[in-house]
C-alpha cells in the first residue's frame, strides 16, 4: 500500500500545453506539499496546503495552481507549459507538527519539448 | 541564496569503513535538522533528524552530529554496506515554521565493493 502516491511517473508535453499531476496520501496526515526538483538537482518547496488551505507559496509563477478538494488530495495544474517547467516535482505529506518528517512520492519527471 | 549547503557532490568510500557526509546552513533561526536518502526513481525517505538542543543522535550505523557554534552538521554511517549507495539530502527548518523544510543540494554516496 502506497503511503504517497503521485501520478503520472512520467509526463512529456509540448510548450505551451495545459498538464495536471495528481497526489494522493493515505497516511492521514493534515498536512501536503509540492516540491520541484530541477536540473542543478535542488529540492524546492512550492506549495504547502493544511486541511485544505493554502499555506506556503514561494513565489512560483501563477500558472502553477495547486488544488486540493481534500486533505488527502493535493493536485498540480499547470498551465501554458515552458521549457524551463522541465523538472521532477514531487508531492508529500507530513503532520504539521514539530519534528514530524515528510513522505514523499517518487516523482514525477516532466519534460517540456 | 543557499540556506542549506552541501558542497560534496559525490563521495566514494569503501564497504565497511566509515562514510561522512557533511552539510553546513547559513540560517540562524534553523533550529531542526534531517537527512533523507534518496535512490533514483524514488522519492527521498526519511533517515534521522536532530534538534538543536542536541548535538548528536544515534540511530542504528546512523549518526548525526550537530556543531551550532559552526553551523554544521554532519552525517556518520559505520560501517557502509552497499545498500548504503544513494544521494544524500540534508535539511533543515525552523519550528516555528516546520511546514517549510529547506533542503540542500545532495551528496550522491558510491559504496566500493
Known amino acids: 500500500d502506497t503511503a504517497v502516491s503521485q501520478t503520472p511517473k512520467y509526463l512529456v508535453t509540448q510548450m505551451g500545453n495545459d498538464k495536471s499531476i495528481k497526489c494522493e496520501q493515505n497516511?492521514?496526515?493534515?498536512?501536503m506539499y509540492w516540491y520541484k526538483q530541477d536540473s542543478k538537482k535542488f529540492l524546492k518547496i512550492m506549495f504547502s496546503y493544511n486541511n485544505k488551505e493554502l499555506i506556503i507559496n514561494e513565489t512560483v509563477p501563477n500558472r502553477f495552481s495547486p488544488k486540493s478538494p481534500d486533505k488527502a488530495h493535493l493536485n498540480l495544474h499547470i498551465n501554458s507549459l515552458e521549457l524551463g517547467d522541465s523538472a521532477v516535482y514531487f508531492c508529500?505529506?507530513?503532520?504539521?507538527?514539530?519534528?514530524?518528517?515528510?513522505?514523499f512520492g517518487s516523482g514525477t519527471q516532466l519534460s517540456v519539448l | 541564496d543557499q540556506q542549506v549547503k552541501q558542497n560534496s557532490p559525490s563521495l566514494s568510500v569503501q564497504e565497511g569503513r566509515i562514510s561522512i557526509l557533511n552539510c553546513d546552513y547559513t540560517n540562524s533561526m534553523f533550529d531542526y535538522f534531517l537527512w533523507y536518502k534518496k535512490y533514483p526513481a524514488e522519492g527521498p525517505t526519511f533517515l534521522i533528524s536532530i534538534s538543536s538542543i542536541k548535538d548528536k543522535n544515534e540511530d542504528g550505523r546512523f549518526t548525526v552530529f550537530l556543531n551550532k557554534s559552526a553551523k554544521h552538521l554532519s552525517l556518520h554511517i559505520v560501517p557502509s554496506q552497499p545498500g548504503d549507495s544513494a544521494v544524500y539530502f540534508c535539511?533543515?527548518?525552523?519550528?516555528?515554521?516546520?511546514?517549510?523544510?529547506?533542503f540542500g543540494k545532495g551528496t550522491r554516496l558510491h559504496i566500493l565493493p
Open positions: 497516511l492521514g496526515h493534515d498536512t
Open positions: 535539511a533543515a527548518s525552523e519550528s516555528r515554521r516546520n511546514d517549510k523544510i529547506i
Open positions: 508529500a505529506s507530513s503532520q504539521r507538527r514539530m519534528g514530524e518528517k515528510l513522505f
